[in-house]
């Protein structure tokens, strides 16, 4: 007797009463996205059980185990952090801006800090504990009496003092730098006027941004219009990819502040 997708979802709604499963098509898979408290990780759930095999042991039985045990403590692992414990100097030593679409949290009901960013970006602060991070809200910050600028301040210098890591890849004249430092911060790097001015003075007025999804930042240096095409491509690829969408309008910089701009492809 195989394993079935079913079987397996089964076993993690029993731990996650509450999920949301969301199937989508890419190519000739299907992809799912599983929701879970305003959380969403995206799973390819055929493949893993592809190279389970036709038949079940013990072994496989354990992957099965650890698969789950990964998607439900990846889910549970904010709840599991009390910010009620946390001094204010491991707070400021450990919070951080994430990104999000001006979408997410339209009503704030849980009254979480949020700065205005661009059209299509807000700015939230997130304590850092390790595994993953915590949205903060304003009562907690009110607790610690900071203010919201204040700590603001602090998740900036915070961001500032991550190391940068990013690859190039040159396409018909145009570059793209994508930032892969991979600690869960790549997309807040927009945020950086370091980081986005060190890419000024390489590229200068042909300098477009992209912001599809939390994990990733795309820098480009655009020199004709197939260059707008592969980025505007590149937008919508990551958007659909990403486990927190952000947005498939790309930026310009031109040197002081980021601007919509709206690529059409023909």
Same mark, same amino acid.
């Given at each position: 007797?195989?394993?079935?997708? /079913?079987?397996? %979802?089964?076993?993690?709604?029993?731990?996650?009463?509450?999920?949301? &499963?969301?199937?989508?098509?890419?190519?000739? +898979?299907?992809?799912?996205?599983?929701?879970? +408290?305003?959380?969403?990780?995206? &799973? /390819? &759930?055929?493949?893993?059980?592809?190279?389970? $095999?036709?038949?079940?042991?013990?072994?496989?039985?354990?992957?099965?185990?650890?698969?789950?045990?990964?998607?439900?403590?990846?889910?549970?692992?904010?709840?599991? =952090?009390?910010?009620?414990?946390?001094?204010?100097?491991?707070?400021? /030593? @450990?919070?951080?801006?994430?990104?999000?679409?001006? $979408?997410?949290?339209?009503?704030?009901?849980?009254?979480? =800090? @949020?700065?205005?960013?661009?059209?299509?970006?807000?700015?939230?602060?997130?304590?850092?504990?390790?595994? $993953?991070?915590?949205?903060?809200?304003?009562? %907690?910050?009110?607790?610690?009496?900071?203010?919201?600028?204040?700590?603001?301040?602090?998740?900036?210098?915070?961001?500032? !003092?991550?190391?940068?890591?990013?690859?190039? *890849?040159?396409?018909?004249?145009?570059? %793209?730098?994508?930032?892969?430092?991979?600690? $869960?911060?790549?997309?807040?790097?927009?945020?950086?006027? !370091?980081?986005?001015?060190?890419?000024?003075?390489?590229?200068?007025?042909?300098?477009?941004?992209?912001?599809?999804?939390? *994990?990733?930042?795309?820098?480009?240096?655009?020199?004709?219009?197939?260059?707008?095409? &592969?980025?505007?491509?590149?937008? =919508?690829?990551?958007?659909?990819?990403?486990? =927190?969408?952000?947005?498939?309008?790309? %930026?310009?910089? /031109?040197?002081?502040?980021?601007?919509?701009?709206?690529?059409?492809?023909?």
């Amino acid at each position: 007797m195989s394993y079935t997708r /079913d079987g397996i %979802f089964e076993k993690i709604i029993e731990k996650l009463p509450t999920l949301k &499963i969301h199937e989508r098509r890419e190519k000739d +898979n299907s992809i799912f996205i599983l929701e879970y +408290n305003n959380r969403r990780a995206k &799973i /390819d &759930i055929d493949s893993f059980i592809r190279k389970l $095999g036709d038949k079940k042991s013990e072994k496989s039985d354990k992957k099965v185990e650890e698969f789950i045990y990964y998607i439900v403590n990846n889910f549970t692992a904010q709840d599991n =952090v009390s910010l009620e414990d946390i001094a204010k100097e491991e707070l400021i /030593d @450990k919070v951080y801006p994430v990104v999000r679409s001006t $979408g997410f949290n339209k009503d704030n009901k849980q009254h979480l =800090v @949020k700065y205005p960013h661009t059209n299509e970006t807000d700015i939230y602060l997130a304590y850092d504990f390790g595994k $993953g991070y915590k949205l903060l809200d304003k009562t %907690f910050l009110e607790k610690l009496s900071l203010s919201l600028d204040e700590v603001f301040e602090f998740a900036k210098r915070n961001l500032e !003092n991550l190391p940068l890591k990013y690859n190039l *890849d040159e396409v018909e004249g145009n570059k %793209f730098y994508f930032l892969n430092a991979k600690d $869960g911060y790549d997309g807040a790097r927009v945020i950086d006027k !370091n980081i986005l001015d060190y890419f000024y003075k390489k590229i200068g007025e042909s300098y477009y941004l992209g912001l599809p999804h939390q *994990d990733v930042l795309i820098i480009a240096d655009i020199k004709n219009k197939k260059g707008l095409e &592969i980025l505007q491509k590149m937008m =919508v690829h990551f958007f659909t990819e990403g486990t =927190v969408p952000i947005t498939t309008i790309t %930026f310009k910089y /031109d040197g002081e502040k980021l601007e919509s701009y709206f690529i059409f492809v023909e």
